[in-house]
């Protein structure tokens, strides 16, 4: 089993910024892919981000040139930081981790970026 916990979320305002982190632990083996989803409700789940344990990273792109993802290898961190939001990136943020053949999923963490 892997846990995801989430940290980072908050209130800002639109072209602020903001760094959400997330910590995988557990009995983790290698986690592959690591990356970032978001929510609003009524609407689906949404990929914003994702990155490889070699740093390849792809993104939506409606957060190109404004997100970066990063990871911590050694740590099973990854990061997301988010410059220049939007109101339209208010959602909560889920951490999910590729590991041994099963996706995991953090509780996820409310961002909300006022206009």
């Known amino acids: 089993q892997v846990q995801l916990v989430e940290s980072g979320g908050g209130l800002v305002q639109a072209g602020g910024s903001l760094s959400l982190s997330c910590a995988a632990s557990g009995r983790i083996l290698s986690i592959n892919v690591m990356g970032w989803y978001r929510q609003v409700p009524g609407k689906q789940r949404e990929r914003v981000a994702l990155i490889t344990n070699g740093g390849s990273a792809t993104y939506a792109d409606s957060v190109k040139g404004r997100f970066t993802i990063s990871r911590d290898n050694p740590k099973n961190t990854v990061y997301l930081q988010m410059n220049s939001l939007k109101p339209e990136d208010t959602g909560v943020y889920y951490c999910?981790?590729?590991?041994?053949?099963?996706?995991?999923w953090g509780k996820g963490t409310l961002v909300t970026v006022s206009s």
């Open positions: 999910n981790a590729a590991h041994n053949g099963m996706g995991y």
